[in-house]
């Protein structure tokens, strides 16, 4: 959904250059690679790409560590400086943007290393097991049935100069928004998410999926703008 957003912002040069290098691969698969190959041990240098851990009250300090943050930003880097790359470097470069930019945006995944990002936090949704890593990455969207339609229509709730805002590039500056929701998103009640809290946080949800699918089209702009 986070691609499917991006795409209503970019101009047809840039989606050209965008699949010129994806080949093949739509962008549905392009922002889903970097889970798809979850099961492949080749890749287990990039499990901890998708998140970074943040005492709770606590700011991001600027790290060496194999984060998402450090991940998303080398990635851009090294697309804005692809001449000597090769097509399939600048191709995984390009599904990792996809995906970790989707992730950033998700509070969990920039949330506490205690609970392991909510993975640790037992409950159930609608009276079945889950965690709440789960109900955020992809349980409201489905029972919800949020579509990408539903995340732009939230446009309306946004001044031109926030759209303008989410559009600047820094990604370590990007950690700071999805980290105010934490509250909202850890209020619930007796180990269960009822229909009060989904009803909440629903909006929460696409408007976060909006935010992303913002700077996503920000950031490929500026990689391929020449």
């Known amino acids: 959904m986070v691609a499917e957003i991006a795409y209503t912002f970019l101009d047809s ?3 050209a250059a965008v699949q010129k290098y994806l080949g093949l691969t739509t962008i549905e698969e392009a922002s889903t690679w970097m889970d798809d190959v979850r099961r492949d041990h080749t890749y287990d240098y990039m499990k901890t790409w998708h ?3 943040i005492e709770k009250g606590k700011e991001y300090t600027k790290t060496t560590d194999d984060n998402i943050i450090n991940a ?3 990635a851009i880097t090294e697309l804005e400086h692809r001449g000597t790359m090769s097509n399939d470097d600048i191709k995984k470069d390009l599904m990792i943007v ?3 930019t989707g992730d950033l945006h998700m509070p969990l995944h920039v949330g506490y290393e205690e609970d392991k990002g909510g993975n640790a936090i037992h409950l159930t949704y609608l009276g ?5 890593h789960r109900v955020w990455d992809t349980e409201i969207i489905e029972s919800e049935k949020i579509t990408a339609n539903d995340c732009l229509a939230q446009q309306t709730n946004l001044s031109k ?5 989410y559009r600047k ?3 370590k500056n990007w950690v700071h928004e999805p980290r105010t929701k934490l509250n909202d998103v850890y209020a619930f009640n007796n180990d269960s998410i009822d229909l009060a809290y989904i009803d909440k946080n629903k909006k929460v949800v696409e408007m976060q999926l909006l935010i992303a699918g913002i700077r996503l089209s920000a950031v490929l702009e500026q990689i391929f703008k020449s």
Request: glycine share 4%; net charge positive; hydrophobic share 30%.
């Open 13 to 15: 040069k840039t989606k």
């Open 51 to 53: 998140y970074v851990n």
């Open 72 to 74: 998303l930003t080398k």
């Open 98 to 100: 996809f995906h970790l």
């Open 128 to 132: 079945h097991k889950s965690n709440l």
């Open 161 to 165: 100069n926030e759209i303008d805002g």
């Open 169 to 171: 590039i820094n990604v």
